[in-house]
């Protein structure tokens, strides 16, 4: 039977028969946008592709992809997660999966096919998709997630790269017009341009390119500033629903402590519920659904500090379903840092690339999750010196606090150890790529039962509809 069609009535989302509909799941990170701290590398996707290409061969490298992209979300996991009551999957991706650089405007077939088979995965599971745009030519924000090398979005200051999204969504629209299990589409993850000035036309632009294709289907609009900032939207647009991200600090610490301090300021149920109802104001004015597009603490192994966390989404699901909010977890699959479902220590891919991983710990070259312990003597310094000699400097989005180890961590130090993780690969056959591909199978990883149990007993206890 065909999926009731998703539409906006007011303040909610609504079914063909317009009864409320609450979409609740997860993002599908790591699949169609990797990201160094969900897949283990370091750097950027574009970056160990590159490296992992080098040393693997033209054959090894497409059967390790092959293998991943099926594997990493097959039957199995869209079964698991329709038991827990989830009933909608976020899918981000990079623009590399339809367009080449060097080919610009020239849409490679391939990258469609891989959206249809978890559409139709999904769908057969009873699970809505919502199609994400994570990775745009020339970044639209400054970090790892976008595959952007630099910090700087270029996205907002070359129109080609503006026209090509167009396009691309122009011909996303046309495949899925017809489709009502897709929910909608996220036309842009985490936007960031710096001047405030071309985002609001570019949206406009966008909105109207693909209604004059597709009128039906629900736009979800994430605000300026890693979706933080509404302030360039004016009145809404029709059908729209407009995303915030609501990660709490204390679950994205590598120390805090919920409730209670993280890094010197005070948590509890109140805060992150003044903090969700500060970052959805824009919704809750203009009438409009809300959608809390990712949010989510990432998990040490330290079992008091992950019970603070599970105790964190308890009161972020709770506060979700008293103002009627429809949210996406992040992530639903990786090596152990955020996943529902994680490969154990002990898996081939982790054995394979550990020389990487404690590399990567050495150097903190992760952002996400990731920590400076080992290079402070490295950190401490240029702080200092830029504290001393530009103290008034504040480079957008976040000041000085992750501009620093933004450039020296997370790009200066691992664009280096992404070719340190290539080199993991060495003499690795084609038919092992496939082997260490396969660990990515829901079959050979470990689900956080905890976390399952969380979203289980909230899913059953706050009906969909």
Known sequence: M??????????????????????????????????????????????????????????????FFDTFLRDFFDEDDAQMLSSLGVNCLRVPFNYRHFEDDDAPFVLREDGFRLLDRVIDICARHGIYTILDLHAAPGGQNHHWHSDNPTHHAFFWVHRHFQDR????????AERYRDNP?????????????????????????LEQAIRAVDPRHVLFLDGNKYSSDFSVFDEPVSNAVYTAHDYALPGIARTSEYPGTTRGEYFDRGVVEQTFLRRTEYMRRTGTPIWVGEFGPIYTGDPVR????????????????AHGASWSLWTYKDVGRQGLAYLPADSQYLRQISPSLEQKLRLGTDSWGGSDAHVRHIMQP????????????????????????LLVRNIMLAEPAAERFGQCFEGVSPQRAEELASSFALSSCVVRAELADVLRDHLNAVPSS
């Open 306 to 321: 992950d019970a603070s966390c599970y105790q964190l989404l308890r009161d972020q699901l709770s506060i979700y379903a």
């Open 165 to 172: 999204v167009v396009y691309l969504w122009e011909a996303l």
């Open 2 to 63: 065909p999926m009731p069609w998703i539409r906006v009535d007011g303040d909610q989302l609504v079914d063909d028969s317009g009864r409320p509909v609450l979409l609740r799941g997860f993002g599908l990170g790591g699949w169609m946008n990797m990201e160094n701290f969900i897949s283990g590398y370091p750097g950027t996707e574009s970056q160990t592709r590159a490296a992992m290409r080098s040393t693997l061969g033209a054959e090894g490298y497409a059967r």
């Open 181 to 205: 299990a897709v929910a909608g589409y996220n036309p842009l993850n985490e936007p960031a341009d710096e001047s405030g000035e071309v985002i609001g036309p570019f949206y406009t632009r």
């Open 382 to 405: 240029i702080e200092d010196l830029f504290a001393q000699e530009f103290p008034d400097f504040q480079p957008y989005p976040w000041g000085q606090r992750q501009w620093i180890p």
